[in-house]
């Protein structure tokens, strides 16, 4: 297994990693797979990593703006995603701890990420990860007809913004 960065030309496997995280119901409250512009649009040049395995993409991880306020640019939100066929195998663990790397050599001082307060094996990774949870919002949003908690983790680099 090696990680790479994401180019345009992997969206397809990053697109259908991202439906089987849907079909889950415990990944996020979008409904659609978004095109790639949108994506695009949504995730920051930097960071944007996926694991792949020969010809096979194994799982994803990138980060978002959490506000477009100066005093905010060293803080994003980060998305981990990884295939059906490759979850309980470290994948998740690599491309995280490879994340957080990468963030920090672009100078992001803090991590966020909010997790679905089902989502056991996500928030587990986190924590393993150096993540700390924050807080907890109740009935945050609703998922069709049923509403969902969500769970706030926040990881502080112990290299950037000191």
Known sequence: MKIIPITENLYPSIAKIYAEGLATGQATFETE???????????????????????????????????SRQVYRGVAEL?????????????????????????????????QAGIFSMNKASISLHQKCGFRIIGYREKVGKLGVKWID?????????????
């Open 150 to 162: 969500n769970m706030l983790l926040e990881r502080r680099s112990t290299l950037v913004g000191l």
């Open 33 to 67: 797979v978004p095109n790639w512009q949108t994506w695009d649009q949504s995730h920051l040049k930097a960071c944007r990593i996926a694991a792949v395995d020969q010809d096979n993409m194994l799982g994803w991880a990138a980060i978002s703006p959490v506000s």
């Open 79 to 111: 998305s981990i995603y990884v295939a059906a066929v490759a979850r309980g195998k470290g994948i998740g663990k690599a491309l995280l701890d490879e994340l957080i790397k990468q963030s920090e050599s672009n100078n992001f001082w803090t991590l």
